[in-house]
């Protein structure tokens, strides 16, 4: 890239000082072809030279010029006949173009052909026989084995290629075992080995891998299918042992999320240090820290108090060396909360807010999945979940916008869906309220206690 822009802008200096040299480039150019046409083998560069005035690198890239020009013709078909590599075979030797030269000249064709077919072929997944032998036929033009060309091709660009083709591949939002083989296959038949081709779309992979994570936390849940997609593509593809552990871990968090969404919450062995009642069962134990927030005529007063909070059936249990409370679910009047805190209110008390340690969606979700269930209501906030969901194409194009990386600091990982003016404020699902954030920069955009 650098080296084409030193280039171009050469010949553009070259041309503003000498306005004059393209035209005596390309009239140069244009007499060598008339020479070429009308005296056809008998033409000889020597007495071409000597015929007229010149300068020696005009008459070079002129010389080029007349050489692209007659392989863009023979190539127009798609192919290169015997007749045809003959005459350029000839015109090489009249015009006294250097091997290395020509051949450079014959390789930038061969490679953009190359492409074109592999792209073609690759297409519908399946590499035809035809499809091979046209591969074969660009890789001879240059005098190679397909396998060598493939290689080198490979080499230069194959791994932003083989990206786009696994890009094409799961664009419909899955990669289905048989397309991978196919891809494995095509590779293999190309001289690709299956290393090379992981190493080529592991990027790609994680990326996939991460925007199914990402929609499945917005729609608040994930289907088998996808699951499956998900655990499969991570141990066949190579993907970093960190990111499979966050996947595993997102993974754990969506199914909890869906079992909780059911109804089913989870149920764990009882801490020691608390009297439970008879047939009280608990769903979750965390550290957490307590804040009283009391409202006085000398202004707002917080106290904390580190401790760990018991989730149970019927009630929580905030336990703490400086205090213990024991608040029974159906004298919660509000609550509302996040990955890493939760706030609520009892009856004639000031507002409580707890935070967790270590954030953890399901903290809430338990919590106010339980207030439910022991007040045998449906979810006070069904109405409000259906307005903040996010419709499947205003994702899409949101992760497009944002390249699939959080938009405040470029994170590829631990995505969410975020409405930038949230939907309690009156924020809509219109795609310029919607954001990719990373769950680090979400929190951080949250901070409500
Ligand atoms: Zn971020």
């Not at 020009?69 to 192919?79: H, I, K, P, T, Y």
């Not at 001289?191 to 199914?212: C, H, K, M, N, Y």
């Given at each position: 890239m650098a080296k084409q822009f030193v280039k171009w802008i050469k010949s553009t200096l070259t041309n503003l000082i000498d306005p004059e040299r393209e035209n005596r480039v390309n009239a140069l150019a244009a007499g060598v072809s008339r020479g070429l046409r009308e005296e056809q083998k008998a033409f000889s560069l020597s007495r071409f030279k000597a015929s007229r005035e010149h300068n020696t690198q005009e008459l070079n890239e002129a010389v080029q010029i007349v050489y692209r020009?007659?392989?863009?013709?023979?190539?127009?078909?798609?192919?290169v006949s015997e007749k045809e590599n003959l005459q350029l075979i000839w015109v090489q030797k009249s015009l006294e173009l250097a091997d290395r030269e020509a051949m450079a000249i014959r390789m930038t064709f061969a490679e953009e052909h190359f492409r074109n077919a592999l792209a073609q072929a690759m297409e519908d997944g399946c590499l035809s026989e035809e499809e091979e032998a046209r591969l074969a036929h660009i890789a001879q033009t240059v005098g190679e084995p397909t396998s060598v060309?493939?290689?080198?091709?490979?080499?230069?660009?194959?791994?932003?290629?083989?990206?786009?083709?696994?890009?094409?591949?799961?664009?419909?939002?899955?990669?289905?075992r048989e397309e991978w083989q196919s891809l494995v296959s095509m590779s293999h038949r190309l001289?690709?080995?299956?290393?090379?081709?992981?190493?080529?779309?592991?990027?790609?992979?994680?990326?996939?891998?991460?925007?199914?994570?990402?929609?499945a936390k917005a729609e608040g849940t994930i289907n088998s299918d996808q699951e499956s997609t998900i655990i499969w593509l991570m141990s066949t593809l190579k993907l970093s042992p960190t990111f499979v552990e966050y996947a595993r871990e997102e993974l754990r968090i969506l199914r909890h999320k869906l079992e909780i969404a059911e109804g089913r919450l989870p149920s764990i062995t009882k801490p020691d240090g608390l009297e439970f009642r008879s047939g009280e069962i608990v769903h979750a134990v965390r550290q957490a820290t307590l804040i009283v927030i009391r409202h006085l005529k000398s202004g707002e007063h917080r106290e904390s108090h580190n401790g760990r909070l018991i989730l149970m059936d019927s009630r929580m249990v905030f336990q703490s060396e400086t205090m213990a409370q024991s608040i029974n679910y159906r004298k919660i009047i509000s609550h509302r909360g996040g990955a890493d805190w939760i706030e609520f209110q009892v009856e004639q008390k000031p507002v409580w807010g707890l935070r967790f340690d270590s954030p953890d969606p399901i903290m809430y979700l338990i919590l106010n999945k339980a207030i439910a269930l022991s007040n045998q209501t449906a979810l006070r906030r069904g109405g409000e979940e259906s307005t903040r969901h996010i419709p499947r194409d205003v994702r899409q194009r949101v992760w497009t916008r944002y390249g699939g990386k959080c938009a405040d600091c470029n994170a590829h990982e631990y995505l969410e869906y975020d409405h930038i003016i949230p939907v309690a404020k009156g924020g809509s699902n219109a795609d310029a309220n919607v954001q990719l954030l990373c769950r680090r920069c979400n929190l951080k955009k949250s901070d409500h206690i």
């Open positions: 020009r007659l392989m863009e013709r023979v190539w127009s078909d798609g192919s060309f493939a290689r080198r091709f490979f080499k230069k660009e194959g791994e932003a290629f083989l990206r786009g083709v696994f890009h094409a591949s799961i664009e419909d939002g899955c990669l289905s001289g690709i080995s299956t290393d090379e081709l992981l190493q080529a779309v592991s990027r790609p992979a994680s990326e996939f891998v991460e925007q199914v994570l990402a929609n």
